[in-house]
């Protein structure tokens, strides 16, 4: 994913062992409960039910940056709102995983505060050393692997995937299958990101993706500057942040973005003239998790908590899957039954095992891409 989700995260190939509902433990701590400002888990506030009953008081949840038509995001607000009763407002969904962790650090525990975030997992460990983070084990947190969660349980990774590229057919013949193709001159300002690198987990992918195809590795991302410089160079970079409206209005008619993403986008846009093709480049797989994390001021602790609990639900991880996102539950839910295998039987086939870089790889390369950036694409 990068990863960022490119968010930068881990993903794919070493999802959890086991998917676990929301029932939860109903059992009350010998402590007694906390609140939920305080809660660490469900149990810790009084069980499930407690902490329902508590975010339905609240009645309401904030978040930023998570459009409708990104990893089943939809749906997901949708579903959480028809089960709880509580009204999910979203703020900026076209933002960036910079944009969240920007929000926490200066609006602190105003009614305006995100709840709850989804960034790229190099976002997300930077939101931790900040201590804008609460620790919260959601039901399923010792199933996930130990790579793909943070040990005090600030972040915890939820979906991913694979860096694609997106491609409208009607208006580019042929559509590129690789980065190598999109250096070619026929694709002259036609290549897009999802985002600027230094602030979209996504974009950031983008940049290590690239990096692999080029002789680049996760210890060196600096091949991955270089390709986008040589594709500014050549004209062939379009400066527009893609997204669904871009697309449809053909100003990016090449996106590179997260195989969900552009998955989604070929079926949202194909009855608005789009024939939105979708390729994982061969050249340069990657793969990441995006990550969830409750803000820790949260104007809504109870909320946010729950919000939690439900995308790790066997629901909200099949929903994932609906919208061709990777939940990190889905070998867990194979195997024990739950699992929606037509949706998971649309998944594209990425051939091989996916690696992930290190938390040392991943802030050596976020800083080069940082200090690099305006430099390579000076835009």
């Not at 607000?77 to 960036?96: A, Q, S, W």
């Not at 349980?153 to 997106?166: C, L, P």
């Not at 608005?272 to 803000?295: E, R």
Request: proline residues 7%; aromatic residues 8%; contains cysteine.
């Amino acid at each position: 994913m990068t990863a960022p989700c490119a968010r930068t995260a881990a993903v794919v190939g070493c999802f959890a062992l086991a998917a676990l509902g929301l029932s939860g433990c109903e059992s009350t701590p010998a402590a007694g409960p906390v609140k939920p400002s305080a809660a660490t888990s469900a149990e810790s506030v009084g069980g499930m039910r407690a902490l329902i009953t508590a975010a339905q008081r609240e009645g309401a949840l904030r978040a930023m940056a998570l459009p409708r038509d990104w990893g089943g995001y939809g749906s997901l607000i949708d579903g959480f709102e028809k089960k709880y009763g509580i009204k999910v407002t979203v703020e900026n969904p076209l933002g960036h995983s910079e944009d969240e962790i920007d929000a926490l650090a200066k609006r602190g525990n105003r009614p305006t505060a995100p709840d709850v975030i989804d960034v790229g997992d190099t976002f997300a460990r930077r939101a931790a050393a900040q201590s804008l983070l609460a620790p919260y084990k959601v039901a399923a947190f010792d199933q996930i692997p130990g790579n793909q969660k943070d040990a005090q349980a600030r972040w915890t990774n939820n979906y991913g995937g694979y860096i694609s590229i997106g491609c409208d057919a009607h208006r580019v013949t042929p559509c590129p299958q690789t980065f190598a193709d999109l250096l070619k001159p026929a694709y002259k300002g036609k290549v897009a990101l999802e985002g600027d690198p230094p602030r979209s987990a996504t974009a950031f992918a983008s940049v290590y993706a690239a990096a692999l195809a080029n002789n680049g590795s996760f210890d060196d991302i600096r091949p991955g500057l270089d390709f986008f410089a040589e594709l500014d160079k050549r004209g062939n970079f379009n400066p527009v942040d893609s997204d669904a409206a871009t697309i449809t209005s053909g100003r990016t008619p090449i996106s590179i973005n997260w195989d969900y993403v552009n998955l989604g986008y070929a079926d949202q846009l194909r009855d608005k003239g789009v024939k939105w093709q979708v390729a994982i480049p061969f050249d340069g797989s990657f793969a990441q998790y995006y990550a969830l994390a409750t803000n820790k001021r949260a104007p809504h602790p109870a909320a946010a908590r729950l919000w939690q609990e439900y995308l790790f639900s066997t629901e909200g991880q099949n929903l994932r899957l609906r919208a061709y996102a990777r939940p990190v539950l889905m070998d867990a839910m194979r195997q024990d039954g739950t699992l929606d295998t037509a949706a998971a039987a649309r998944l594209p086939t990425v051939e091989g095992t996916p690696q992930f870089p290190t938390d040392a790889q991943l802030e050596k390369a976020r800083e080069t891409v940082i200090r690099g950036w305006a430099k390579a694409v000076p835009g």
